[in-house]
């Protein structure tokens, strides 16, 4: 194999990824903030942990640690933006495309091995599941890339013969990572060892099977004491096991029994697969290219642990019973698939061969990064958030100044989820309840009654309340605030291109 060229293609999908999510995510430098909740409450939850303070134990947020522990990272590069999320998310498309284009080149030649992670963005930047940027199926997507690239790089070489101890060995590390984001999207490797478990036992494969359970819990352990170690020495392992587990698990989920499960888990995804027809398309032929004809596997045991692998990640995605649109995005990867399949179609009339790269190849290749740079502008608006074409100041700018006037001030961000005033002024919560999290109150009240409790006893000094834009605010009705608050000045805001907030911002009375 030439080195340099490959290299060179390397250099090339940096670049690329760098560029295209200038455009296509809200945490970009080119668009003013990032408006959704939940990347806010990742970089407040970052932030706080940059500055002493404990997930879970003083601050209440429902994903994982390690999700947050990046976002710390983000907030070091940038106190009041989303610049170290956008670098975060570039590295992570990054990370996605190379694995693409080394995933693709055990099937194909060159050319067409570098023209599909090319339009993959079209797939994973789709907006009705990227939404605007920085969810933690995003940032979970690299670790799934790299399970699909060393199994199938082992099936191409090795066939059917047993994994190595450092495939378990990356894998148990993997796994560990993803459900320290968010534990329900490591049914990927749930699938992959439910089929290796069956596989080895029908072949009585003991030793294999042993090797396995070791190198894979040493891996999970390598990426998990880290944090075990963090919450023991802040004394809050107690606050990570009842809030990400059993908080997501018993509040958080739907209390539906395991067959309604099971039929309401393919409903939902079947929905979702039906909302988007281009990543249907791609998924759809992917899976039958893979699994029906003998063209990328070469027995039915790789078959069975691809689609071990693919079906399991679905479940574990949609088991709880939500169906929020982006759940989808980390299933986007297996689209990839799909475009290998048509690469194998078209490869002949491209007439390229595997080692021939020149100048004519980087040039094509160029312009078919154009090409897919322009078409992912018809599934991504993002960019209509850019700060040439929102003039106006957002709410979260007009209170920041006015809350960056007092020396050290405090705020909550009442009865919602995180709107990005934390941020935007660059404060650091000084109450667990810094958000209401998206929960009924008959299932978890102590949420709001905490928050009702801090301005009762007016323990921060301002407190933003966001109202759907209809409702005057005369008609406000928060408990005790006219105790110790009164409204300073509110303002509306447009969130994508149907949904407008009024947000009132309240300041203590001295």
Excluded at 312 to 317: D, N, R, S
Excluded at 430 to 452: A, C, G, H, T
């Amino acid at each position: 194999m030439i080195r340099k060229p490959f290299e060179k293609s390397y250099l090339f999908f940096f670049i690329y990824s760098f560029f295209i999510m200038l455009f296509f995510t809200q945490s970009s430098p080119l668009v003013v903030t990032n408006e959704w909740v939940d990347a806010n409450a990742f970089l407040t939850v970052g932030k706080g942990m940059a500055n002493g303070l404990v997930p879970y134990k003083d601050l209440f947020e429902q994903k994982g640690p390690l999700l947050y522990g990046l976002h710390a990272l983000a907030y070091f590069i940038s106190h009041t933006t989303f610049l170290g999320v956008y670098i975060l998310e570039a590295i992570a498309m990054f990370i996605n495309l190379l694995l693409a284009f080394k995933i693709s080149r055990l099937y194909l030649n060159w050319m067409p091995a570098m023209v599909i992670p090319l339009f993959l963005p079209l797939f994973l930047l789709n907006e009705r599941v990227f939404g605007f940027g920085d969810s933690a199926e995003e940032l979970s997507m690299p670790f799934l890339f790299t399970l699909l690239y060393f199994l199938l790089k082992h099936f191409k070489y090795h066939g059917d013969s047993p994994f190595k101890w450092s495939f378990y060995l990356l894998n148990g590390f993997l796994v560990g990572c993803v459900l320290w984001i968010k534990y329900t999207l490591v049914g990927a490797w749930i699938g992959f060892y439910l089929a290796i478990l069956i596989i080895f036992i029908g072949k009585r494969a003991w030793r294999p099977l042993g090797s396995a359970i070791v190198f894979t819990f040493l891996g999970l352990l390598i990426s998990s004491i880290p944090w075990l170690i963090y919450f023991a020495a802040h004394h809050a392992l107690k606050d990570l096991f009842d809030v990400y587990f059993k908080f997501n698990l018993v509040t958080y989920s739907s209390q539906i029994s395991l067959p309604v499960k099971l039929v309401n888990t393919a409903i939902i995804f079947g929905r979702a697969l039906n909302g988007i027809l281009e990543i249907k398309v791609m998924f759809i032929i992917g899976m039958l290219d893979f699994m029906f004809t003998w063209k990328y596997l070469q027995n039915k045991h790789e078959k069975y642990i691809l689609f071990s692998t693919a079906v399991f990640l679905i479940f574990g995605v949609y088991f709880g019973g939500r169906d929020y649109i982006y759940y989808y995005l980390i299933i986007t990867p297996f689209s990839l698939f799909g475009l290998i399949s048509l690469g194998r179609l078209f490869q002949h009339s491209l007439k390229t061969q595997a080692e021939t790269v020149n100048e004519r190849n980087w040039f094509t290749a160029a312009v078919i990064a154009l090409t897919a740079f322009v078409l992912c502008f018809g599934y991504n608006t993002n960019i209509r958030f850019s700060r040439l074409l929102y003039k106006d100041p957002l709410p979260q700018q007009t209170f920041a100044r006015i809350m960056n006037q007092e020396p050290h001030p405090t705020m909550l961000n009442y009865g919602a989820l995180d709107g990005g005033f934390y941020l935007a002024a660059n404060i650091v919560p000084n109450v667990r309840y810094f958000e209401s999290q998206n929960i009924d109150y008959k299932l978890y009240p102590e949420n709001m009654d905490e928050q009702n409790r801090y301005i009762k006893e007016g323990k921060v000094q301002f407190v933003v309340v966001r109202l759907l834009s209809p409702m005057p605010i005369e008609k406000v009705n928060i408990p005790h605030i006219s105790d110790h608050y009164r409204l300073v000045t509110y303002q509306d805001q447009r969130l994508g291109s149907t949904t407008v907030y009024r947000y009132l911002l309240y300041k203590k009375v001295k």
